[in-house]
């Protein structure tokens, strides 16, 4: 697993060895192909580590509509995961679309967690340029996608813990 340089005590999965029966659901855009593609590689390196059981793998066309592919994911009562995990890639253009963009799934995102009863994990790229992207999935900056499938993991546990 690529190790962020900062983030090394996220990564720390000793305490979630004794879980199971996890079920996490993916939704992820269709933009960016190549770049979520790699995100959920890595986020499939950890789920298979901890035999989790992806619920539903969710393809929505850009970042703009992944808080609604969420929402539909979470009403699945008959199959319902305990986290959503969600993967895309925004990279900033010549426009404002860029901003508003990230601002709307941020905010979508946000809403969802104080809204469902699962916790929706944020794995959305937000980059000034594709390097950015490589950078973060295995490089310089870890894989985020390694990384968000961890803190799903540890979001099961914590809500595992008070229920």
């Known amino acids: 697993m690529a190790l962020s ?4 005590s996220l990564l720390d999965t000793s305490a979630l060895k004794a879980l199971q029966g996890l079920k996490v659901a993916v939704v992820s855009t269709e933009w960016n192909e190549k770049i979520v593609a ?17 619920t539903h793998d969710v393809k929505v066309p850009g970042a703009f ?6 929402r539909i ?8 995961p305990e986290a959503i995990v969600t993967f895309g890639a925004v990279i900033r253009g010549g426009t404002p679309h860029f901003d508003y963009v990230c601002k709307a799934v941020t905010e979508g ?6 809204t469902l009863g699962v916790p929706v994990i944020f794995g959305v790229l937000t980059l000034d340029n594709e390097v950015q992207a490589w950078e973060r999935l295995g490089g310089s900056h870890g894989h985020k996608g390694e990384e968000a499938a961890i803190a799903a993991l540890k979001m099961i546990a914590l809500s595992r813990r008070y229920k």
Do not use: H, W, Y
């Open 65 to 70: 509509e992944i808080p609604f592919g969420c």
């Open 5 to 8: 340089q900062d983030s090394n």
């Open 73 to 80: 994911v979470a009403g699945d009562k008959a199959n319902s």
């Open 38 to 54: 790699e995100q959920l590689a890595g986020f499939m390196r950890i789920a298979s580590e901890f035999a989790v059981e992806v």
């Open 109 to 114: 995102i946000t809403q969802l967690n104080i």
